[in-house]
């Protein structure tokens, strides 16, 4: 059963720091583009990151790039997503998603929620004081 299950949010205050995991079963991500979408109550989907398979390239929505950054382990089948200086609008609902792409991330991608194959539950990330 393939699945990719997402970790590590919670409530934290603005300023500070998480770091979100998501863990793959039942496949290889070895093959697999990552990437971290997050829906706020209200809004529609929006993509955060995203990373190629091998990790060579990344990329980030403007909203977060020198704050977030993505990485990936493949030897450990997980992506991990650090959050720095967090703001109240970075509060969603986080998600990573796996594409089956080899090579240089495509533009749009990382952006687009309809080019993913698989996806995760989610995990909440609150950021208040």
């Known amino acids: 059963q393939l699945q990719l299950v997402e970790s590590g949010g919670g409530l934290v205050q603005p300023g500070g720091s998480l770091r979100l995991s998501c863990a793959a079963s039942?496949?290889?991500?070895?093959?697999?583009?990552i990437g971290w979408f997050r829906q706020a109550p209200g809004k529609e989907r929006e993509g955060v990151s995203c990373?190629?398979?091998?990790?060579?390239?990344?990329k980030y929505a403007d909203s977060v790039k020198g704050r977030f950054t993505i990485s990936r382990d493949n030897a450990k089948n997980t992506v991990y997503l650090q959050m720095n200086s967090l703001k109240p609008e970075d509060t969603a609902v986080y998600y990573c998603?796996?594409?089956?792409?080899?090579?240089?991330?495509?533009?749009?991608?990382?952006?687009?929620?309809?080019?993913?194959?698989?996806w995760g539950q989610g995990t909440q990330v609150t950021v208040s004081s």
């Open positions: 990373i190629s398979n091998s990790g060579g390239s990344t």
């Open positions: 998603a796996a594409g089956r792409h080899i090579g240089t991330l495509v533009q749009g991608m990382c952006d687009s929620p309809e080019w993913w194959d698989y």
């Open positions: 039942g496949f290889t991500l070895d093959y697999y583009a």
